[in-house]
């Protein structure tokens, strides 16, 4: 009998350390929020990170920012929420802090963010693009109709759950440049893996749903957005691209076979990086080329 309550005894403790260990916050390096937020630098940042292709139903007939359409994936079917200033159906009533730590370390006013928003992505970027685009974001005009309910089946609509998730896969960090390589590799290298999130499609995930970052850019064979190809240098030397036509690419949508990029990424170029700067679709064809 005694020996049945060690068990018993050890079984709890271990379940209680457990629960400590999944529930306890992932946060990553304390931001400077004194910063003074510039809304045009901010508005660029709206178009480098995708946020007008995800939160956008242009097909849907919905405002700028009011909402996206639903991104199916294996756990649900994701609507992209309103991120406009209006206080009640957007996030206008967020302050500065709590919209740093949702694209930090993914936690929202409303609890735990799922992957799908890609904070993972996001928290590379530094102090000052984050109140930049904050100050843009709180500049939008209200729109008042709140985005479509996301269907999340039972048990991944507990976000709680999401804190477990984040103690295994997630390590919020700042972008820190590869030493020995140009400004303008490790500029197209901030924007493949931070705010252009390229990684976050065009890598395969495994069965959690978390980025199997040793894949990076090899390619996903679906996922939110559908199939994605792989974006290594191997891969786009075999479709064609030189550094020159990648970037041209990323402008018009027009690939060297002659074809035309439609679906999920046509709407990234219409929506995203055609309004990008020359430099920056430069700089990012320049790192997925390099040797």
């Known amino acids: 009998m005694r020996r049945w309550f060690w068990l018993l005894g050890v079984l709890v403790v271990v379940c209680i350390g457990a629960g400590v260990y999944f529930l306890r916050p992932v946060t990553g390096p304390a931001r ?14 709206i178009l480098l990170g995708g946020c007008v292709a995800c939160h956008t139903d242009s097909a849907g007939g919905r405002a700028f920012l009011s909402g996206g ?3 199916q994936t294996p756990f649900g079917t994701f609507v992209p929420p309103n991120i406009t200033s209006d206080p009640n159906a957007g996030i206008g009533d967020w302050t500065l802090a709590q919209f740093s730590d949702a694209m930090s370390n993914g936690i929202g006013p ?9 904070y993972e992505n996001y928290t590379l970027m530094s102090d000052q693009e984050i109140v930049d685009l904050y100050a843009a974001l709180m500049a939008t ?16 609509n507990l976000r709680l759950a999401m804190a477990g998730w984040q103690n295994l896969f997630f390590a919020p960090a700042r972008f820190a440049p590869e030493t020995g390589r140009s400004d303008t590799y490790n500029r197209g290298k901030y924007l493949a893996y931070g705010p252009a999130h390229c990684v976050a499609c065009h890598t395969p995930r495994n069965a959690l749903g978390a980025l199997e970052w040793d894949k990076a850019l090899a390619g996903s064979p679906g996922g939110t957005g559908g199939r994605a190809p792989a974006l290594t240098r191997a891969a786009l030397l075999e479709e ?3 550094v020159a036509t990648l970037a041209q690419t990323l402008a018009d949508g027009f690939t060297p076979g002659f074809d035309v990029l439609g679906g999920s990424m046509g709407e990234v170029i219409k ?3 055609s309004q990008w700067t020359d430099a920056d679709r430069a700089a990012i064809a320049e790192y997925l080329l390099a040797e």
Do not use: K
């Open 32 to 45: 400077d929020l004194t910063l003074i937020g510039n809304v045009e630098r901010g508005n660029d940042l």
């Open 69 to 71: 359409s639903g991104l």
């Open 110 to 118: 409303q609890g735990h963010l799922y992957p799908v928003f890609p």
């Open 141 to 156: 005009e209200p729109v008042s109709e709140p985005a479509g309910e996301s269907q999340i089946p039972f048990p991944f």
């Open 240 to 242: 064609g691209y030189d």
């Open 271 to 273: 929506d995203g990086t």
